[in-house]
């Protein structure tokens, strides 16, 4: 069965750094990756997936993503924060096969001024 | 598009009562998920269903029931509330690989 796992719960920075949030993903056949993310007091939103092609993935809002195979990651990075990033970003998998969508426990992230 | 719809936001229950959480979407998708959300767990499944009939359990159905009469409703029943259950339900449908969310109900049972 596919799991995640999501390195960190909680990362701070300051606002203008960078930041990348990482993703360790076990699965034994072909895997379509995502990250949600969650502003306070609301749903889950769908940030940027990778299906299938360039494994090199981004978002309209400067976050991207690169699907590893060798390292089994999909770490999410942005060159530069803002305090409207502030959120809990979950990390989500289907196997091939699987009807179910496997989420990580998630990491806070909070951008300070 | 209403996209997924939920209700109620908020509930409070005592130990011992039932309740229904109402799911209904507008997108014609066929697969719908429930999912229960606690502080440092993620999202956990509790049951699916890949279309109208067709349901399945996820990762912690016990407590709970679900079917599915419609292509575009999917309750979820808590029989018999307990303090474990008091958590911020989300359900969501599907189309192909994308998932979209409802906004969540959040249930305290005491």
């Known amino acids: 069965a596919q799991s995640v796992t999501q390195l960190d719960s909680q990362v701070p920075v300051f606002e203008e750094a960078p930041v990348e949030l990482r993703c360790n993903y076990s699965s034994s056949v072909s895997v379509y990756l995502f990250w949600y993310v969650q502003y306070p007091n609301q749903g889950l939103q769908l940030l940027l997936k990778y299906l299938s092609g360039s494994t090199l993935v981004e978002s309209i809002n400067g976050f991207e993503a690169e699907f590893n195979k060798s390292q089994t990651s999909f770490h999410l990075r942005k060159p530069s924060v803002h305090i409207s990033d502030t959120a809990e970003y979950f990390c989500?998998?289907?196997?091939?096969?699987?009807?179910?969508?496997?989420f990580g426990k998630g990491t806070k992230l909070t951008v300070n001024p | 598009n209403a996209g997924v719809t939920q209700t109620p936001k908020f509930q409070v229950l005592k130990t011992g009562q039932s309740m229904t959480l109402q799911c209904a979407q507008d997108m014609n998708h066929e697969y719908m998920s429930w999912y229960r959300q606690d502080p440092g767990m993620g999202l956990r499944l509790i049951h699916y269903?890949?279309?109208?009939?067709?349901?399945d359990q996820g990762e912690v159905p016990n407590g709970y029931n679900v079917s599915r009469s419609t292509t575009e409703d999917f309750p979820l029943r808590l029989l018999s509330a307990a303090p474990s259950q008091t958590s911020v339900y989300f359900c969501?449908?599907?189309?192909?690989?994308?998932?979209?969310f409802g906004p969540g109900t959040r249930l305290t049972v005491t």
């Open positions: 969501a449908s599907r189309r192909v690989y994308e998932q979209y």
């Open positions: 989500a998998v289907y196997a091939g096969g699987s009807e179910k969508l496997v």
């Open positions: 269903s890949v279309g109208a009939g067709i349901t």
